[in-house]
């Protein structure tokens, strides 16, 4: 019998997957840029001389070339990595929270509360994300990054929490959960010690999916101007900045738009192996961990009814 931790044999697995090492090592490379651009945000924002270092291609005294600032473009890609990725991380920590809490509140105790809560959370998913974001970030610009963080987070959580109630709807049924109950052990401590666990599956696999979705959202709220604003650079703000002059400057545009492109394929490769790796009904059972409530994929959609 098998007795090898199920975390470690889950990692086992997804180093399995070609795609998820390369995922894994572009993810590394991005965490080492974004630490060494923490360290870069002053001289991002310094100009160089906007005489005579105004748009300059790449080379070898600044390897990404300059922008229409005379600002080197090297750390300002860098200092952006830093913001986006801090952007992206803290949001989707803070909409999964909220969603998980929300749809085990929901899923377990069920009845009343359960079609209050889901009504309540079909009215919110009536509203366009993006567009909800616009209005408020219109109305309120600028907004800091703390608040452009909060904002992401308390508009990204109403997918997971359905999720979370339709996994929490099947877990509260399983047997050690009901000898729980009949032992009197308290709502909290069954939610926390034996619900939770069988659902945190799907949750890992939705937050990382849902990074490089927030990076995506983030440049996209940027490009509009409504995201990170100076001194603080994101990807976003760079290719916005870029694409204005990018006939003469194409670089400026170029390397924070692959920069995105990239980050977002590698957190969505990433997810989709942790999808294969942690959904049981996809794994061999001689190599099968025992995550007993591993569960469907984020595609998965709970029956209202239910």
Known sequence: MNSEPAWRTAGRRLLRHWSARCALVVIAFLVVAAVAGVFLHAKAAHQLDIVRLTNKPPSRAHWLGTDQYSRDLLARVLSGAS????????????????????????????????GFMMRLLDAFLSIPR???????????????LGGLILLIGATGWFGVSRLVRAETLRARHLDYVEAARALGTSDVRILWRHVLP?????????????????????????????????????????????????????????????????????FNVLGDALRDVLDPRQLPGADAPNLSAAAPTPSSRADDNT
């Open 198 to 266: 069988n659902i945190v599956a799907p949750v890992i696999v939705t937050a990382t999916l849902a990074i490089g979705n927030v990076i995506a959202l983030e440049a996209g709220l940027s490009y509009l101007g409504i995201g990170a604003q100076e001194p603080q650079a994101s990807w976003g703000s760079i290719f916005n900045e870029g694409v204005e002059f990018f006939a003469g400057n194409w670089w400026v545009a170029f390397f924070p738009g692959v920069a995105i492109v990239v980050t977002v394929l590698a």
């Open 130 to 144: 993006v567009l909800l974001l616009i209005a408020v970030l219109a109305l309120q610009s600028p907004v800091s």
């Open 83 to 114: 913001v986006s990725l801090a952007v992206a991380l803290l949001s989707v920590a803070f909409a999964m929270t909220v969603g998980t809490v929300y749809g085990l509140v929901a899923g377990y105790f069920g009845g009343r509360l359960d």
